[in-house]
């Protein structure tokens, strides 16, 4: 039972759920990457009143996202004793604990998936109408075992629930159902009725995992070779996203199937010069390039992905395959 994929818990917490109480500047810093500074500044907060409960939140978001992960559930858990009846209190120590015991023993995991489901729990109630608390809660049943807790029918329920609530917002929890259940065509139907929520902590939400989970889906949809939603599934994510890799990513991949070369290199380049960490791109670039019949690009689009992707893969195995054919020409 694989408890360290569970406790990554996929949602992401977006800083405009942040409190303004005097801390505009601290969600600069943070916006910013600036968790040091936050650091420096919060702590000689807390020396002066260790019970600000917005400070003990905004420093357990700055060490979270520096790797500290038991002090940020130190500070979030904290923030809960002083102010009880806040979901994104709870919400934020289910993500601290969540990350800061995927290294501990499995008995240690279990115990503390209660806790997390608990506090996500307590989220929902205290907030109904919260994305962010349902589509954790979501998120948790598709992924927890039935041993801790875990229900599919759960998540389903949950999402049913918001329909009353906010029907466009849950069909992204009904994209979580489909997606875990590896119902990818089911996922793309949903998310191409998505329009993007317009309240900042909702759209951040959905920028923050709907390109990756698109990206994903259409992923699986082109090796099925279900090529009208994984081409419809990239040009959404274009519109929604322009400024992420994931549509152009998938658009050129996409392209290369329907053996439009030129216009795949054009957009895989476009996507590489948003993510140069991207390193799977320059594998599809030497893919577009070798079926276009151009050799010397295809040839050192491959050794690039090579040099730079340091884990053996499916990609990594024929990249290497696709260079010793090259070299034989």
């Excluded at 940020?72 to 979901?87: D, G, M, W, Y």
């Excluded at 259940?181 to 317009?198: C, L, M, Q, T």
Aim: glycine share 6%; proline share 2%; aromatic share 12%.
């Amino acid at each position: 039972m694989n408890f360290t994929c569970l406790l990554l818990l996929l949602f992401l917490l977006p800083a405009s759920l942040l409190f303004a109480q005097n801390y505009a500047e601290v969600k600069h810093l943070l916006k910013k990457g600036q968790f040091k500074d936050i650091e420096t500044m919060l702590q000689e907060q807390l020396k002066a009143n260790p019970n600000d409960d917005s400070a003990h939140y905004y420093l357990g978001l700055a060490y979270f996202h520096q790797g500290k992960l038991e002090e940020a559930s130190k500070h979030h858990e904290r923030c809960i004793e002083l102010h009880p009846n806040s979901s994104t209190y709870h919400l934020a120590f289910a993500q601290s604990l969540g990350r800061s015991v995927q290294k501990a023993g499995i008995f240690s995991q279990i115990g503390s998936v209660g806790r997390i489901k608990r506090s996500i729990e307590k989220a929902v109630e205290l907030d109904p109408r919260s994305l962010n608390a349902r589509f954790a809660l979501v998120a948790f049943h598709m992924q927890a075992p039935g041993i801790v807790g875990g229900s599919w029918d759960e998540a389903m329920r949950q999402a049913k629930a918001f329909e009353a609530i906010d029907a466009n917002k849950a069909q992204m929890l009904w994209c979580i159902v489909h997606f875990y259940k590896k119902e990818y065509d089911k996922y793309a139907d949903k998310h191409f009725s998505i329009v993007p929520p317009k309240d900042e902590s909702s759209l951040e939400l959905y920028r923050d995992n709907f390109a990756y989970y698109g990206y994903t889906a259409a992923s699986e949809l082109l090796a099925k070779k279900d090529y009208e939603r994984a081409g419809a599934i990239s040009k959404k994510l274009v519109a929604d996203f322009p400024d992420l890799h994931y549509g152009y990513a998938m658009s050129g991949r996409y392209l290369t199937e329907k053996g439009e070369y030129d216009a795949a290199i054009t957009q895989l380049e476009k996507a590489l010069a948003l993510n140069r960490k991207w390193i799977a791109g320059h594998y599809y670039l030497g893919v577009a390039h070798q079926a276009k019949g151009d050799k010397e690009k295809a040839t050192q689009q491959f050794e690039k992905f090579l040099s730079l992707e340091k884990q053996t893969s499916d990609l990594t195995k024929d990249a290497k395959e696709r260079l010793e054919k090259l070299r034989k020409l």
